[in-house]
């Protein structure tokens, strides 16, 4: 899974564990009660930012990010590889329409992929590459697109038995005189447009993982 046209470790977030209602208070606010958690949200944009322009350090081409994460009902490993499942994307991401992959054996540092999804109403194919993975907790997609350098970040950790949090970490450095397509994706109203593709890819994956019984 590389998400978006074009794919370094996010640190856990605020909301990425529980928080009980403080020592020694339970439900009701009974002393040495079970203390209450609240619910957990599925999805979660942790994150918006555009960094760079820095009128006091020179130009700076403008490096867009977004992070978002998920919880979802299933086990670490069966996360990871509905994410690295390259030939089954497009049934799993309903944002994918095609997937051709160019490199044998099995999803590693090296493997790339073209990958055809649809963005803004129009259809963008780029060349994905792995750049970094470590199974089953991290892997890192980069590409190249008219300049612009894309790095998408995954990390999946088990929170509990049969609970995953996905931690996706999205980037966009663009070059200069960024137009079209490209200025879009990269302004306020791209960003919420790239969060909204991330919530729903992880969205995809939590529905195939979730509905798959324990086991198969």
């Known amino acids: 899974m590389g998400t978006v046209p074009g794919g370094p470790a996010g640190r856990p977030g605020p909301g990425d564990r529980s928080v ?20 957990v949200r599925p999805v979660r944009l942790v994150r918006s930012v555009r960094l760079g322009d820095n009128p006091g350090m020179g130009h700076t ?57 649809r963005m803004f109403g129009k259809e963008a194919t780029e060349e994905m590459r792995v750049t970094a993975c470590q199974a089953p907790a991290r ?35 663009p070059p200069g005189g960024v137009r079209g397509l490209l200025a879009r994706l990269l302004g306020g109203l791209g960003r919420r447009a790239v969060a909204r593709a991330v919530e729903r890819d992880l969205a995809d994956v939590a529905r195939t993982v979730e509905r798959r019984p324990d086991g198969a």
């Open 61 to 117: 081409p403008q490096v867009t990010a977004v992070t978002v994460e998920r919880h979802i009902a299933a086990p670490r490993d069966r996360v990871w590889e509905a994410l690295t499942d390259l030939p089954g994307m497009p049934g799993t991401l309903s944002g994918v329409t095609r997937v051709e992959v160019l490199t044998e054996g099995p999803f590693q540092t090296g493997t790339r992929w073209i990958e055809t999804r």
């Open 139 to 173: 892997y890192v997609v980069e590409a190249e697109s008219r300049g612009t350098h894309y790095v998408s970040e995954f990390t999946v950790r088990e929170t509990a038995p049969g609970r995953t949090l996905v931690r996706m970490v999205f980037s966009a450095r």
């Open 20 to 39: 009980g209602a403080g020592p020694g208070i339970g439900r009701g606010g009974r002393p040495g009660a079970t203390p209450a958690r609240p619910p």
